[in-house]
């Protein structure tokens, strides 16, 4: 039991945790390798990872592992520990919930935990029309519940989601993402009454944001027709399908057509919300004011917890018992919630994110300029990526960004990839991360694709 064995000299997670990159071992070391070795006759081979160590501790911009390494976290478990891993404040308030009560059932003995939550979620999310809240479990949870509400109020059926969008992995969100390895394959058959149509994706497409809307809406009405439409589901920055920027003015024409079609505009902020993007909610960067807006991932500070969030009178459509689930709105997810929020709006983290905007961008744009192989530098706050495409052709070089991101992890740098193409490496490190680290972090990943 390696856990075990280690338990006396663990470190102590969050921002006490030694702010420096400390290679003792290849990776993964010996005591990861066994961890792993469990693992894989234990956990089920769909469960993959990406980095082969046994995380012991974490906080600031630092993972360790059982082996003593100290990795430099570009990527905060895929956009959740936005306030830092184990944030004194968000400790404090799960051991102090913890100790009240862990769970009622909020359906079935209300909270006021839960009722906080909602009250800030209903004040902080974009527009200041009368606002109510649902909160689940997951990101995919919180979507799902948005299209039935969606459905509810409208009386419709139809569902709009877009290319390279991404919205989880229970069967109606796998039927609103679009790629399908690995998130589809042999997972059919998909929900149906979904469609599919274009977004924009500038790299790529080369549109002006109200040419690419003008496309969008008119396979809208032609192939669906808004008045069988429910709902459009949108990333206002999307995630997994390779943190595109629309071009200006793409979101704004999509929701206006909504909003003269009485068709539900859901933005899925679960990977973008909670100062991500150096906004409160992305979709303020692009003056859209969402009718149902979904969260999760940053808004607990690493605990599992989700919401929807819109106007009162779609929020309100569906009858009592149609919304809920044992779990969701956990009073000690709904506590560090509470201590995340409060990070997010007294403790700086918004202008945080804007200067790791400038130093990420201003970085990798001198590393564009060398090497042509990195043709686009895109993103906002700490959510940034580089897609790596052949000069000549622009063909996407999924391989390239493997290797990246293998070489990075080696040296002891935390980073993902993501892409329809699988050729985006994307950057989200913690907002809790330091300038040094960070610019560390990212003389490792330049070193990484010179050596490509
Ligand atoms: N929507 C978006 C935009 C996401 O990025 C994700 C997760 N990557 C989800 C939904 C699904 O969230 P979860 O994994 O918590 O179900």
């Given at each position: ?9 663990l470190p102590l997670g969050g921002p006490g945790l030694p702010q420096q990159r ?431």
């Amino acid at each position: 039991m390696i856990i075990d064995d280690l338990a006396p000299s663990l470190p102590l997670g969050g921002p006490g945790l030694p702010q420096q990159r400390r290679m003792v071992t290849a990776i993964p070391g010996p005591r990861s390798r066994d961890l792993l070795e469990r693992k894989s006759a234990a956990v089920a081979a769909g469960v993959g990872h990406t980095v082969p160590i046994a995380a012991v501790a974490a906080g600031g911009g630092i993972v360790m592992d059982a082996d003593g390494n100290a990795l430099i976290d570009l990527g905060s478990g895929i956009a959740v520990t936005t306030v830092g891993s184990a944030h004194p404040k968000v400790v404090e308030a799960i051991a102090a919930q913890a100790a009240q009560f862990t769970h009622t059932c909020f359906m079935i003995s209300p909270y006021e935990s839960y009722v906080a939550v909602a009250e800030a979620l209903n004040r902080l999310t974009p527009g200041d029309h009368e606002k109510k809240t649902a909160l689940f479990n997951s990101g995919a949870e919180a979507v799902e519940n948005a299209v039935k509400i969606a459905r509810k109020h409208t009386g419709r059926q139809a569902v709009v989601a877009f290319d390279h969008g991404y919205h989880g992995r229970t069967n109606l969100t796998m039927a609103l993402t679009a790629k399908a390895m690995p998130y589809k394959s042999g997972f059919g058959p998909f929900a149906p009454e979904i469609y599919r149509v274009p977004g924009s994706y500038p790299f790529r497409d080369g549109l002006t944001g109200v040419a690419a809307a003008a496309r969008a809406i008119t396979l809208m009405e032609k192939q669906v027709g808004a008045e069988n439409l429910a709902a459009v589901v949108i990333e206002p920055i999307q995630g997994e399908g390779g943190f595109i920027v629309p071009a200006d003015g793409f979101l704004p024409a999509v929701a206006q057509w909504c909003r003269d079609n009485d068709v539900v505009f859901i933005v899925d902020e679960v990977q973008s919300g909670f100062a991500r993007t150096g906004a409160m909610f992305a979709s303020e960067l692009f003056g859209i004011v969402p009718d149902l807006i979904t969260t999760a991932k940053g808004m607990a500070g690493g605990m599992p917890l989700a919401g929807v969030t819109g106007r009162a009178e779609i929020m309100d459509a569906a009858h009592a018992g149609g919304l809920g689930g044992t779990y969701g709105g956990n009073p000690v997810a709904c506590a560090a919630a509470l201590a995340a929020i409060d990070a997010f709006e007294n403790d700086g983290l918004i202008e945080r994110a804007q200067q790791i905007e400038r130093l990420m961008l201003d970085r990798l744009q001198e590393l564009a300029e060398v090497d042509p192989r990195v043709g686009d530098v895109r993103g906002r706050g700490a959510m940034i990526a580089i897609e790596l495409a052949d000069p000549g052709t622009g063909a996407p070089d999924a391989a390239l960004a493997a290797g990246i991101a293998r070489a990075c992890i080696a040296e002891g740098v935390i980073v993902l990839t993501c892409g329809t193409y699988g050729n985006v490496i994307r950057f989200l490190p913690p907002l809790a991360i330091d300038d040094e680290l960070l610019h560390e972090g990212l003389d490792v990943v330049a070193s990484a694709i010179a050596a490509h």
